[in-house]
């Protein structure tokens, strides 16, 4: 196959920082995707309704002439959360759910959730109104190893809340191992997840080689290869459970570069071509727009996208650096090349 044309996809997990930084990379995303859920975890976090919307307009604002793409937007929860809030994100119309980032498990997280019992009230007015849990799913205990944090998340956390709240609709967010697949899998309806580029396409070594590379660097952490491949074969599968959601992540490159590198990995700028290439290599290219355009947004109960794009099979030459507003970013596959390219026009 040389070219492969799809319904316009659906990105249902990104960060676009604000300001300037947003306006460095919104572009990227607006190229490819009809909407994003852009991620709340903005200092200070995106915790109200008036905020979020405020955000949304800001996002508008900054879309270059003639672009069409809306922003969907998830509301930061908090141990503070009040209730009624669940309602007035609901009567927004532009507020599909709410993110649980535990305390301190991520970037900008240290407003998150410190004991998910303080939320319970707020879960439960959600399961009422049918907005949808975005869920962070690593336990932050410093003493379980990096590695585990997800799969102990499932056990301590997720799969008691998804039997408690029996309603509520969860999106398991990047999910990065063979358990969380596995989780999703044999779940009761109503519980989801996205997965990222990376990691469908690199497993832990590629943090570690031939030195240490923050720019792969990203939470949760990447996984082994039997978990990349485990991956791979529910993405690519055709179960409309897994959807796309890039986690794109922009810092800029001196907070990466740096003795406490921050975790982020960005993938805006070539994104669809990285599930592309992910999917070409399971021979399930087929199977993408699925995944990119249907799942999702059928998950989400939003219409599909009407319009299309077409990504053709030819490589080119990701730049070392883009601009980020006065400073620069280093882009996944950076001065390497991605096997397909976004047809302009
Ligand atoms: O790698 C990550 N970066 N994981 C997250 O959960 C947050 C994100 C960010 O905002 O930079
Ligand atoms: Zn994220």
């Known amino acids: 196959m040389t070219a492969i044309t799809l319904r316009r996809p659906d990105d249902l997990h990104l960060h ?114 049918d907005l949808v849990l975005q869920v962070h799913g690593e336990v932050t205990d410093p003493n379980v190893d990096v590695f585990d944090r997800e799969a102990r998340f499932i056990d301590e956390v997720l799969a008691p809340l998804a039997a408690r709240h029996p309603r509520l609709r969860i999106v398991f967010e990047h999910i990065t191992t063979r358990a969380a697949a596995q989780f999703v899998l044999g779940s009761r309806p109503g519980i989801a997840a996205t997965v990222t580029p990376q990691h469908l396409l690199m497993n832990r070594n590629a943090i570690f080689a031939g030195g240490v590379r923050p720019h792969h660097y990203c939470l949760p952490v990447l996984k082994r290869e039997t978990d990349r491949e485990a991956l791979l074969t529910v993405a690519t599968g055709g179960d409309s459970r897994f959807f796309l959601g890039t986690d794109s992540a922009p810092h800029a490159r001196g907070a990466k570069e740096a003795a406490c590198g921050c975790a982020g990995i960005f993938s805006a700028h070539g994104a669809i071509e990285l599930y592309a290439e992910a999917f070409e290599a399971a021979g399930a290219l087929p199977r993408l727009e699925a995944f990119a355009s249907e799942h999702g947004a059928d998950f989400y109960r939003l219409p599909r996208n009407e319009g299309r794009i077409t990504l053709v099979r030819q490589s080119w030459e990701v730049p070392r650096s883009y601009a980020f507003g006065a400073e620069e970013l280093v882009p996944l596959r950076a001065g390497e090349s991605i096997g397909w390219r976004l047809s302009e026009g």
């Open 16 to 129: 676009l920082r604000d300001g300037e930084s947003m306006r460095s990379v919104l572009p990227f995303t607006a190229a490819r995707f009809a909407r994003a859920l852009v991620m709340p975890n903005l200092r200070p976090p995106v915790t109200g309704t008036p905020q979020a919307l405020a955000y949304r307009q800001r996002i508008l604002d900054a879309l270059p002439a003639g672009a069409t793409f809306e922003p969907l937007m998830t509301l930061y929860l908090t141990d503070r959360t009040d209730p009624a809030e669940v309602q007035r994100a609901k009567a927004s119309g532009c507020v599909l759910g709410f993110k649980l980032y535990p305390a301190g498990a991520t970037t900008h997280s240290d407003a998150g959730v410190t004991d998910i019992r303080k939320v319970d009230a707020v879960l439960s007015r959600m399961e009422e109104q």
